[in-house]
């Protein structure tokens, strides 16, 4: 059915192109241009929120997706098939969207609040330790959900 495969699509559009957006546009402008926000606590700040939205929007765009595979598959098919790729690679990116929100964003935060700017901690505090080492963790995450799903891309688009 076309309109369940436009919003299996659309929700992918939606989800990829956040985390593009905010992986070379967002994130960049805001610690790397001075004029934009001229100190890195304030940017850590609105990276964060903004984090956190998108994390609902993939959220979001996951559920639909999952729905409307399901609901296609079983038109078309007349059988669920729960477990295709595409809907085992959707959960996946689902799961690590979930550890994201819910574990690695609370805890850069909780530290950020408690210890103030990491940037101008000296880079043997154990606090900016730990704050680097849950900022390589959470970009590794993002990075496998981008690549999680443009390999979901390939496969819906290979399968129409």
């Not at 929700?11 to 241009?33: D, E, H, K």
């Not at 103030?116 to 154990?126: Q, V």
Request: include cysteine; charge should be positive; glycine fraction near 6%.
């Amino acid at each position: 059915m076309s309109f369940l495969r436009y919003l299996m699509f659309l929700s992918l559009i939606v989800w990829i192109g956040g985390l593009i957006f905010f992986a070379f546009v967002l994130a960049p402008t805001v610690f790397n241009i001075p004029e934009v926000l001229p100190d890195t606590h304030l940017a850590a700040n609105v990276v964060g929120r903004a984090l956190s939205k998108l994390h609902w929007i993939g959220l979001i765009s996951g559920l639909v997706f999952l729905v409307s595979s399901l609901v296609d598959a079983y038109i078309s098919a007349g059988t669920v098939d729960a477990f295709a790729a595409r809907n085992v690679l959707v959960c996946l990116m689902l799961t690590l969207t979930l550890i994201s929100q819910f574990g690695m964003v609370p805890r850069m935060e909780a530290l950020r609040v408690s210890r103030g700017a990491m940037s101008s901690a000296p880079a043997d505090n154990p606090a900016r330790i730990q704050f680097d080492a849950l900022h390589v963790w959470s970009t590794r995450l993002e990075s496998a959900v981008l690549l999680l799903g443009l390999v979901i891309v390939y496969l819906v688009a290979a399968r129409s």
